[in-house]
């Protein structure tokens, strides 16, 4: 039987995906404890639009459209992930080293991305705009970092 090592593509890909899981779990309870009662900003509905946009999915209720935005956004949250520990792994990278490194590759293509496909105008963002913006995806960075050094079995 197959057992990964600890720096084994497999095992990494398992430990990306958990920490993505992890970080978008503590990003989605930031956005809704902390950061939308503090701006009071309404729930984004990007995550569902870039589905639909890209895919052949057209959900017709509100209902079936906020799971899909929760997939979606799940979604981020695992693409995170994964490519943190592939980033990580490749450039032997850990702490904020990688979270740094991993932010910076992410986030502007995360942001062109959405600007390309139509679904996005980030040079008409206001300055909270791209602090909430920022923000998110950091904490969510920084989760992501934390959950996989851990997981890797990284102290520091």
């Not at 497999?10 to 958990?18: D, F, K, Q, S, Y």
């Not at 978008?24 to 639009?49: C, D, H, N």
């Not at 850990?94 to 293509?109: D, E, H, K, L, N």
Request: glycine fraction near 10%; avoid cysteine.
């Amino acid at each position: 039987m197959f057992t990964p090592t600890p720096d084994s593509v497999p095992r990494t890909m398992a430990n990306g995906t958990l920490a993505g899981v992890v970080g978008v779990i503590a990003m989605t309870a930031f956005q809704r404890l902390v950061e939308m009662p503090l701006t009071g900003r309404e729930e984004s509905y990007a995550p569902a639009t870039l589905l639909e946009k890209v895919l052949p999915i057209a959900p017709k209720r509100g209902r079936a459209r906020r799971r899909l935005n929760y997939a979606a956004h799940f979604g981020v949250g695992l693409t995170w992930g994964v490519s943190h520990a592939l980033i990580a792994r490749k450039g032997s990278l850990r702490g904020q080293r990688a979270v740094v490194t991993v932010f910076g590759v992410i986030y502007p293509g995360d942001v062109v991305g959405n600007a390309a496909l139509g679904l996005d105008e980030p040079w008409k963002w206001s300055l909270q705009d791209w602090t909430v913006d920022i923000g998110d995806k950091l904490l969510l960075a920084e989760v992501v970092g934390l959950t996989f050094d851990r997981l890797r079995g990284d102290a520091n």
